[in-house]
Nanobody
Framework: QVQLVESGGGLVQAGGSLRLSCAASGRTFSIYTMAWFRQAPGKEREFVATINWSASNTYYADSVRGRFTISRDNAKNTVYLQMNTLKSEDSAVYYC?????????????????WGQGTQVTVSS
């Protein structure tokens, strides 16, 4: 079992930055692929970024590539999402997700564990 708790969301002006954190419980955090998804009101949950257990591979949605960076610190059982040059369309609840293994997935159905989410609001 893995429990995930996100933090770092808030209100920011367009063009600004935020860093989200996701703290994971469990002693086997390092062998989980981690990801960030987001969901805006009235829209489906959308893939944002994913990182494998060794941090040797990452993958991003086209909409955030070049602006967002996913990283992880296995010693701290934490995954991060650095978000730069934020746009109003980035406003959403951001969720952290985990799945056992080393492969990268963009489909939310491939993830077994989810956090409660943290709200990000970008004002224009």
């Amino acid at each position: 079992q893995v429990q995930l708790v996100e933090s770092g969301g808030g209100l920011v002006q367009a063009g600004g930055s935020l860093r989200l954190s996701c703290a994971a419980s469990g002693r086997t955090f390092s062998i989980y692929t981690m990801a960030w998804f987001r969901q805006a009101p009235g829209k489906e949950r959308e893939f944002v970024a994913t990182i494998n257990w060794s941090a040797s591979n990452t993958y991003y949605a086209d909409s955030v590539r070049g602006r967002f960076t996913i990283s992880r610190d296995n010693a701290k059982n934490t995954v991060y999402l650095q978000m730069n040059t934020l746009k109003s369309e980035d406003s959403a609840v951001y969720y952290c997700a985990a799945t056992r293994g080393d492969r990268l997935y963009s489909a939310y159905a491939m993830y077994d564990y989810w956090g409660q989410g943290t709200q990000v609001t970008v004002s224009s």
